[in-house]
């Protein structure tokens, strides 16, 4: 490869990376958190909802928040369809089961 061969190879790929950042930063994709996040968010509010097993601090603060309401599925008001929804709670329930003890 000459060095315009390889200058202009990485040029493009340096283009679309950097587009992708910034779509990433000036959009609103983090309305839209992965199936994962949501379970990992059930598990960290199974985990503070209870006030003898949850350091004070935290559920404190998880209940000013809101956060340990069983109807709060996020930090925030997210845009996540519900098919998505549906397999974080599955995952939860794996999860649950596997490795968190009642």
Do not use: C
């Not at 959009?27 to 996040?37: L, Q």
């Amino acid at each position: 490869m000459t060095e315009m061969e390889i200058e202009e190879k990485y040029n493009t790929d340096l283009r679309r990376i950097s587009s992708k950042i910034y779509r990433s930063l000036t959009g609103e994709s983090y309305k839209k958190p992965s199936a994962i996040s949501l379970a990992i968010f059930r598990l960290q509010q199974k985990a503070r909802a209870d006030p003898e097993k949850a350091h004070p601090l935290d559920y404190k603060y998880w209940q000013e928040k809101g956060w340990n309401k069983k109807k709060s599925n996020y930090y925030f008001n997210h845009q996540s369809g519900i098919g998505k929804i549906i397999l974080s709670r599955i995952i939860y329930g794996v999860i649950s089961l596997l490795y968190v003890k009642n």
